[in-house]
């Protein structure tokens, strides 16, 4: 049984990411076929300047072309149960069903139990409790896929997911929040952090939504950004 660190790669992602996306663009406003639109596709300054245009008149359907998919790893059960939440992503899970938890299972630690000493090793203990209830359920001929049910939210899990660049600028925009979680906030900023790597100019886009509409429409703001109420005056109501 091992404490384990989330990883994410990204394992695919299209090499003419802007062309296709300029190709989109460019189609609803010109005469031109698609084909020619990309044949013609200038360099990709220009290509970003009618990207960012037509992004930003929140014509999103352009980039909806783009996949992507993510190998992500050592995850809690926890987290990926929020992931599978974002109803225009596909997943491949590692299942409780088909894979027994040999020996004993790994799990993640949320930061703030690991931050103090005295409840991390509870929380290990814990661990152990229930790996050797499983064990023991195991060796006593119960499935996988009810010895599961002992199984704690911190089990780690290994998922492949995919998503559109619409539905990924959406998930930075809900899950780099700081209200949200910070395992599956986490989670986010490594996977916008592949993308960026490949295509900065993506950076403006993988945000939290307080970044994107320019206030925060939280109850409980972290102050990073005003209110809505903060920035309406009394003569706007
Ligand atoms: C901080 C935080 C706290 C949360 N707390 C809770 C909680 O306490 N309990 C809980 O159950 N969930 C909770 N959630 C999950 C949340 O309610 C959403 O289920 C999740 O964030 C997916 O968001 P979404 O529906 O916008 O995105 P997606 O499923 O990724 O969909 C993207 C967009 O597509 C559109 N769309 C998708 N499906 C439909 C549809 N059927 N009809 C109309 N439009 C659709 C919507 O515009 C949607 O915003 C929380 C999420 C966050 C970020």
Request: aromatic share 8%; with cysteine.
């Amino acid at each position: 049984m091992a404490k384990v660190e989330l990883s994410v790669e990204i394992i695919s992602i299209p090499g003419d990411l802007i062309k296709t996306i300029y190709t989109a663009c460019k189609t609803c406003y010109s005469a031109k076929l698609p084909y020619e639109n990309y044949l013609s596709a200038p360099d990709n300054e220009t290509m970003l300047s009618l990207i960012r245009k037509v992004i930003g008149s929140g014509h999103y359907s352009t980039i909806e072309h783009i996949q992507l998919t993510f190998a992500i790893q050592n995850v809690s059960r926890a987290c990926t149960h929020q992931l599978v939440r974002h109803r225009h992503m596909s997943f491949s899970q590692k299942s409780q069903r088909y894979v027994k938890e040999k020996g004993e299972f790994d799990y993640i630690t949320p930061k703030t139990i690991e931050s103090n000493p005295e409840l991390n090793k509870k929380f290990d203990d814990f661990m152990k409790n229930c790996s050797d209830f499983y064990q023991e359920l195991i060796e006593n001929g119960v499935l996988a896929e009810d010895a599961r049910a002992i199984l704690p939210n911190a089990t780690a899990s290994s998922i492949v997911a995919s998503l559109n660049l619409r539905e990924l600028i959406h998930l930075a925009n809900l899950r780099l929040c700081t209200r949200a979680q910070l395992e599956i906030r986490t989670l986010v900023k490594a996977m916008a952090d592949e993308v960026i790597k490949k295509e900065p100019w993506l950076k403006e886009y993988l945000v939290p939504k307080c970044v994107k509409i320019g206030y925060c429409d939280e109850d409980k703001t972290c102050g990073r950004m005003k209110t809505k109420s903060e920035l309406l005056t009394k003569s706007d109501l």
